[in-house]
């Protein structure tokens, strides 16, 4: 197997070669340009891999001192950020109008980045019910106590028939069934993207926490803030729900994110050499009505420095299967070091809003609570370079 990076060579295009500067002229404040990746040679075929698509919008005047980087969770793409299944803006064009640069990743080997099995292993895919269950429809399958409040699906309930569930059905793509191999993948691209276009907003999505916890330990200079929108949980083990009076139970035996927050390694303090060095225990009751027992270091718990540098907030819909268990990663990032700021957005008199809050009818209140958040949070110069 051969590689050659893609900056190696003057034939193709380097990301930061290729992408806008501020300085550039108006007709550039949309456009697209690919990060990260390199050539390799897999079964005898010379192919591109590891390259992430990133589309991006400006105003005509950038009023805010950080662009945001929107990035999609597990089956999706950006498209979950340009608009709504029936038809209204999203969240990208909401950020503009609030005067951001605004830059929507498709994941490294998914949606117009690119799929190759070859190079990347495996595909899987969710089904109408996997969605249905948990995403769209909660209110009809009832599977966890929050899922009866969900009223803002267009159309609702978000089920097979609902021409809104149809549009957002036909939007799922196949992606990697190694969550490693993704994770592999995506922190380079995104490190790759924030080097190019210098300090940014991270606003993440379900899987996609995965990422903005990682980018903020690795790169906590150019992380300003991570926004994560129920990000992939709870700490250390993966949730199946049952529905019943003992409506959950763990997935399984062996930890999902074996760094608590992610599957690659985190900065630890004090360091540790493997996974194996967390000792994990879990909670006699949950913190809340309604919530999981969570799992968490045993104490003394070591901290996440790095991460504990960069601003963050976890945004919780009242409806969502996430409000079972967004308060174990901000418990664990508390005992870790980190003190993030919780968005619940029923608190903020926003409610009936599942885990696909971004699509759903009230999306552009949900984008503005979070607007305030980062606008509260977030100042200074603008050093990014675009």
């Known amino acids: 197997m051969m590689m050659k990076t893609f900056c190696a060579s003057v034939v193709l295009l380097c990301a930061a070669a290729s992408a806008p500067s501020a300085a550039d002229a108006p007709t550039l404040r949309d456009g697209y340009v690919f990060v990260g990746g390199h050539y390799e040679t897999v079964n005898g075929r010379t192919a591109a891999v590891g390259q992430m698509f990133v589309?991006?919008?400006?105003?005509?005047?950038?009023?805010?001192?950080?662009?945001?980087?929107?990035?999609?969770?597990?089956?999706?793409?950006?498209?979950?950020?340009?608009?709504?299944p029936d038809g209204r803006p999203g969240w990208a064009q909401r950020f503009v109008e609030k005067g951001f640069a605004v830059y929507v990743v498709d994941q490294v080997g998914?949606?117009?980045?690119?799929?190759?099995?070859?190079?990347?292993?495996?595909?899987?895919?969710?089904?109408?019910?996997?969605?249905e269950d948990l995403y769209t429809g909660q209110e009809t399958r009832n599977l966890f106590p929050q899922a009866r409040l969900h009223t803002q699906w267009p159309g609702g309930p978000g089920v097979r028939g609902n021409p809104a569930f149809d549009q957002f059905f036909a939007?799922?793509?196949?992606?990697l069934a190694s969550a490693v191999k993704t994770e592999e993948l995506v922190d380079p691209a995104l490190?790759?993207?924030?080097?190019?276009?210098?300090?940014?907003?991270?606003l993440?999505?379900?899987?996609?926490?995965?990422?903005?916890?990682?980018?903020?330990?690795?790169?906590?200079?150019?992380?300003?803030?991570?926004?994560?929108?129920e990000p992939n949980g709870p700490p250390f083990f993966d949730i199946r729900f049952k529905g019943g009076a003992d409506w959950w139970e763990k997935a399984s035996d062996a930890p999902a994110?074996?760094?608590?927050?992610?599957?690659?390694?985190?900065?630890?303090?004090?360091?540790?050499?493997?996974?194996?060095?967390?000792?994990?225990?879990?909670a006699d009751r949950p913190t809340r009505a309604d919530q999981i027992r969570c799992w968490l270091q045993r104490e003394?718990?070591?901290?996440?420095?790095n991460i504990a540098k960069v601003p963050t907030v976890i945004v919780t819909g009242e409806a969502s299967f996430r409000a079972t268990m967004d308060d174990c990663t901000s418990a664990f990032l508390e005992q870790a070091?980190?003190?993030p700021d919780r968005l619940d957005l029923a608190a903020h008199d926003i409610h009936g809003n599942g885990h696909m809050m971004m699509l759903e009818a009230n999306n552009i209140a949900v984008a503005d609570a979070i607007i305030a958040w980062v606008e509260a949070h977030v100042a200074g110069k603008d050093d990014s370079k675009r």
């Open 110 to 131: 998914r949606g117009r980045s690119g799929d190759n099995p070859e190079a990347y292993g495996p595909y899987t895919r969710l089904q109408p019910s996997d969605l």
């Open 55 to 84: 589309e991006y919008h400006r105003p005509a005047t950038i009023t805010q001192p950080y662009p945001v980087v929107m990035v999609h969770g597990s089956a999706q793409t950006g498209v979950n950020f340009l608009g709504t």
């Open 337 to 339: 070091g980190a003190r």
């Open 257 to 282: 994110r074996a760094y608590g927050l992610t599957r690659v390694p985190l900065t630890f303090d004090p360091p540790i050499h493997t996974a194996g060095d967390l000792a994990i225990v879990q």
């Open 191 to 202: 490190a790759d993207l924030l080097q190019t276009i210098g300090p940014a907003v991270l």
């Open 171 to 175: 939007s799922q793509v196949p992606y």
């Open 204 to 229: 993440t999505h379900s899987q996609a926490g995965v990422f903005g916890f990682a980018a903020s330990d690795q790169h906590p200079d150019l992380v300003k803030a991570h926004v994560a929108v």
């Open 300 to 305: 003394p718990a070591r901290k996440l420095p």
